[in-house]
C-alpha cells in the first residue's frame, strides 16, 4: 500500500492577503508566482515547493493564537544578515540560537503564525 512520503504544499490562511503578500515578496523575499488562484498568493522557493497564504476558510477570530502546535521551517543563507534586515519589519521571537539542526530562529508574519529560519549552507 503506499504511503505519503514527500509533503507536497503548505497554505496559510491569513486576515489580509494584501498585507500577508507584502510581508511574505518583499519583507521575506518570497517569489510569487503568476496567475495564483483567487484568494490567495502561491509563491515558489528555490527548492522549488510551492507555498501559499489565502483568504480564510474558517474564522480566525475564533482562537487566540493561529497555527499553535504547528512549525514552519524555511531555509536562510546568511541568517545573521538576514534577521539584521528584518528588524522592525517582522517580529522576533526568538533570536539566533545554535540548535542541533544548527542556527535557527523564529520570527511571525503578520497573522502571528510562528517562522523558523533554519541557517542553510551556501555551495
Known amino acids: 500500500m503506499p504511503t505519503p ?8 490562511q491569513v486576515s489580509d492577503l494584501d498585507a500577508s503578500r507584502q510581508f ?23 527548492s522549488g515547493a510551492l507555498f501559499a497564504i489565502r483568504k480564510p476558510l474558517v474564522d480566525l477570530q475564533a482562537t487566540s493564537q493561529l497555527g499553535w502546535g ?3 521551517w524555511f531555509g536562510v543563507s546568511e541568517l545573521a544578515a538576514f534577521l539584521e534586515r ?12 545554535a540548535t542541533p ?3 535557527t530562529a523564529i520570527i511571525a508574519d503578520p497573522d502571528g503564525y510562528w517562522l523558523t529560519l533554519q541557517e542553510t549552507q551556501t555551495t
Open 5 to 12: 512520503t514527500q509533503l507536497g504544499f503548505v497554505s496559510l
Open 70 to 72: 504547528v512549525a514552519l
Open 86 to 97: 528584518l528588524e522592525g519589519k517582522a517580529p522576533l521571537i526568538r533570536g539566533l540560537q
Open 101 to 103: 539542526f544548527g542556527n
Open 24 to 46: 511574505y515578496a518583499d519583507v521575506l523575499g518570497f517569489q510569487l508566482v503568476t496567475p495564483s488562484p483567487p484568494d490567495a498568493c502561491v509563491f515558489a522557493t528555490q
